[in-house]
């Protein structure tokens, strides 16, 4: 990967974000301009840079991979794209930001707090999310590393330092202001990469029909409705997917940041077409890739994550795998980036607040508190390998099974209660660290195409109505007046 183009590509990459970071930081001053951008976003960049955000380096490499070693069944996890942008615009977006109008809200666990009139809730959401984030952050670390090694040659340890450093120049400095218009700069990146490489993937086999041919004659599961998947398999995937990014702290942190709520009414058209823009890659290089390892054209692979690798070192021109590897790298530090900002709110507002010793100094403690979790992912990277695969699958389950039912079921039903959502974080939280540690460590094995995410969201759902429901007499006071306002608007 060191060719002269593309390191000249990931020069002029790390170039861009330096002048970014640097404009953002000269306009971050207050801790409103650093946790949510002074609220000054247009919509357009928003979506861009939640998309990135959203898709991470999965839309590059795990993607493509799974899309060669699972056919179509891999659809299941990219097909909720299409309802998920509406879907959390319809529940989340509009409420969250006017909680921020009425409220002054400016964190995912803060709305919860707010909703419920609970700083238990609140503080138990913001320790459920640290605990997802140092595990997404110590993964993205090690990914980003094996980038920058693999580019500059420079030994992993390093790798990963400067990719950490590099990232919290620009987090610590102009705080998600700085992160937004990154992610825009990166959404751009990673949208451009993909049409190209989907062009050259259709080229590569004499195009789609063509492609699509060559499979079915060789191997029709592959393209079957489930592809290699059982129907239960991806049914659950469509599951996990298409409800858990209503919660993810990294995506939804964004509507506070909208300049003009009315304006939300495009988010869905603009987030959906970004995604379905991006994910043109992960569809094209797995069809690709399936295509000339049947036709004998390609030896297979040794791992379904080396499709993207090698269909490049294969049918691309180097200028584009510079730009594809700046892509990849860019949708890790989106995704690394977002979750600083939000891993630092919760650290420097939210705890303090909700144990009744708010800080003074929000903005510096913003700042040191970016530092030290990114400190400790790369310690968490480096010095642990079974620790990072650990905490790397607790991630998006923690996110789906403590938020969907308390912030976005909650924000769109009156009659969830504070202690509905408390025990539903709870159950996440405990669930998710017990089931995935077990599955894990080996220690238990769930029936064919159940995952653990979609056990725990399933039962933090379940414990969120039905607490709800037995403790519906002494909710009165859980919903106050302008909270139920904006729940109604």
Known sequence: MNTPEIVVSATLYAAVCALIAWWASRRTDTPGAFFVAGRSIGVLPLAVASMAAALSGFAFIGGPGLFYAAGAGALYIILPAAITGALSAWVLARRMRLLAEVRGVMTVPEAIGVRYRSPAARGLAAVAML????????????????????????????????????????????????????????????????????????????????????????????????????????????????????????????????????????????????????????????????????????????????????????????????????????????????????????????????LGRPLADELRAGRIASIVLTVAAVLIALESGLLVALLGLLGWGLFASTLVPSLAIGLAWEGATRAGAIASIATGLGLTVVLESLVWAKQLTLPAGVSATGITLSFSIVVFFVVSWLTRIRSEGDLDADVRMVMRY
């Open 131 to 354: 605990i997802a984030i140092a595990g997404y952050m110590a993964t993205n670390f090690l990914a980003l590393g094996l980038i920058i090694d693999a580019v500059f040659g420079i030994g992993l340890t390093t790798a990963v330092i400067v990719g950490a450093a590099t990232i919290l120049a620009y987090s610590a400095a102009g705080g998600i202001l700085a992160g937004i218009y990154t992610d825009l700069f990166q959404g751009a990146v990673m949208a451009i990469a993909s049409v190209l490489v989907f062009a050259a993937a259709l080229a590569s086999g004499g195009g789609l029909g063509d492609i699509t041919r060559d499979i079915m004659q060789a191997d029709p599961v592959f393209l079957s409705p489930w592809g290699t998947f059982s129907p239960l398999a991806a049914l659950s995937l469509f599951f996990v997917f298409g409800l858990g990014v209503l919660g993810q702290p990294h995506v939804v942190h964004k509507y506070y940041m909208v300049r003009d709520p009315r304006s939300l009414r495009w988010y869905p058209l603009l987030m959906t077409g970004a995604m379905l823009v991006t994910l043109l890659l992960l569809f094209g290089v797995g069809m690709a890739v399936k295509a000339r390892v049947l036709a004998g054209d390609m030896t297979p692979l040794a791992r379904p994550d080396d499709a993207t690798p090698q269909f490049l070192l294969g049918y691309a021109s180097p200028l584009l795998a510079g730009i594809v590897f700046s892509g990849v790298a860019a949708a890790i530090m989106s995704t690394v980036n977002s979750f600083i900002n939000v891993g630092a709110a919760a650290v420097a507002r939210d705890l303090p607040q909700a």
